[in-house]
Structure formats: C-alpha cells, structure tokens
C-alpha cells in the first residue's frame, strides 16, 4: 500500500513527498527501484548516481527485473 501510495504522488510529480512513503515501504522491491530512479534523474532529491546505483543493486538483489536492467546500465556508464 505505501509503493502504491508513492507511486500516485510521483504521478502527481510530488516526487520529494513519494520518496518519503517508498521509504517506508520496507523491503518492496518497487519501491527501492523508484527510489533509485529519483537518485538518478534528481527527481525530488538532488541528483546522486552512487545513490541510484545502490538502490537499484538493493532492489535488484530481491530479484526486480527492471532494477537489474537499471543496475546494468549503472556499469555500462561507470556509474556507482
């Protein structure tokens, strides 16, 4: 419920109050990915690839194709 929640608050671009509840959301996979997402395109946060790149990794580890890809990308640029 609080991926979900995040989700319709990045829809509605109140980026900053969705990273909040994906916080929250303990252990979602698709929560950890967005959150990776914000760090990357410094949506909401300021922009920090070393931070994506660990997010990305956390959810990629529980298994978040979409993470994975994300991660993959992270090494092809050098990035993390």
Do not use: P, Q
Not at 12 to 25: G, M, P, T
Not at 62 to 68: D, K, R
């Amino acid at each position: 419920a609080l991926f979900e929640l995040g989700e319709g608050l990045y829809a509605a671009y109140e980026f900053k109050r969705a990273i909040y509840w994906w916080h929250r959301a303990t252990g979602d996979a698709d929560a950890m990915c967005w959150i990776g997402r914000c760090y990357y395109n410094g949506f909401g946060v300021k922009e920090d690839d070393t931070k994506a790149f660990e997010w990305f990794e956390r959810a990629s580890g529980c298994g978040h194709a979409e993470a994975t890809y994300y991660l993959a990308g992270c090494y092809v640029e050098g990035l993390g």
